[in-house]
């Protein structure tokens, strides 16, 4: 049995719209009440799966809602949590949401709703793709995904513990740290590799996108990431922005050191380097 009896989903992409299979598959019984931005999209979640009450109003979509998820770009959340605390909530209302950065998103979004007598907690399970929209979601995406939330010093543990069975639920491993250290860790294994994807792509082939003929697989998987959605990503940048820099930053010193092996011809410091590079790879768990 779920501790939620029914859960809102604001914004039915590609995190959403595989929140609401997955919640169908696992949690049977559980209503799912879902937000659209537009009415086209609502339409589409209606049209797919029948059984979920797909609405605009965001006062429809929280109404009895024991648990409701922000899975929009993190720029548009705090408008929508306004929204959300102008309305009759239920009095066990749990909300998190699925954002790529915590400090800001916790630091704004924690006080909007404590105002409303709603609880607020940080999640970011690590899962996804560079394709988005509900078209693309599936069933599957966040089975043993790793899910990091963010409680903070205002946390009750009895909340803590709904929000981390729901994941659980879902399939994911749960880890908890602050919301700053989550934005540490997330600049340098998710956000520092989507700039070094764009960085790539730019350097490869903004001069002359004909070398494309001659790529294979090597290039494909190094800048797989570079496809996602710009708006999002840019949201995410500036939201990270000074451990994105700092991560950055290193990034910058490591290829200057590069480019200097490489001028000096020192083979010896390039197999080191490259040999450093190495080791620090093969400690990644496989899968």
């Known amino acids: 049995m779920s501790a939620e009896r029914s859960i809102a989903i604001f914004s039915p992409g590609l995190l959403g719209g595989s929140l609401i299979k997955t919640i169908l ?10 937000w659209a931005r537009r009415e086209e999209a609502a339409q589409e979640v209606r049209r797919e799966m029948p059984a979920v009450f797909a609405t605009t109003s965001v006062a429809e979509a929280v109404h009895g ?4 998820i922000l899975c929009m770009p993190i720029q548009h959340m705090p ?18 949401d699925v954002g790529s950065v915590k400090g800001s998103v916790v630091e704004t ?15 970011h399970p690590m899962a996804g793709s560079q394709r988005t929209g ?32 729901f994941w659980m639920k879902l399939g994911c491993r ?22 070094m994807a764009v960085l790539t792509t730019l350097a490869a082939l903004q001069r002359d996108t004909s070398v494309l003929d001659s790529s294979a697989g090597g290039f494909r998987d190094t800048t797989r990431v570079a496809g996602g959605d710009p708006a999002m990503w840019a949201g ?16 910058a010193g490591a290829m200057l050191e590069l480019v200097e092996m490489l001028r000096s011809m020192d083979e010896e ?19």
């Open 25 to 34: 598959q696992r949690m049977p019984g559980v209503e799912i009440r879902v």
């Open 65 to 68: 809602a024991s648990l409701a």
């Open 79 to 96: 408008e929508i949590a306004r929204q959300m605390a102008a309305c009759e909530l239920a009095d066990d209302l749990l909300v998190t």
């Open 109 to 123: 979004l924690e006080p909007i709703l404590t105002q409303a007598k709603a609880v607020f907690i940080g999640s």
């Open 134 to 165: 509900l078209a693309n979601a599936s069933g599957d995406l966040f089975h043993r995904a790793a899910c990091l939330i963010t409680p903070t010093p205002n946390t009750r543990r009895e909340h803590l513990d709904r929000l981390r069975a």
């Open 174 to 195: 749960v880890r908890e740290m602050t919301p700053q250290a989550h934005d540490h860790c997330v600049a340098r294994i998710s956000h520092l590799p989507h700039a």
């Open 236 to 251: 995410i940048f500036l939201n990270n922005k000074d451990e994105v820099i700092s991560a950055l930053e290193d990034a």
């Open 269 to 287: 410091a390039l197999r080191r380097f490259l040999a450093k590079a190495k080791a620090l790879r093969d400690l990644l768990p496989a899968g």
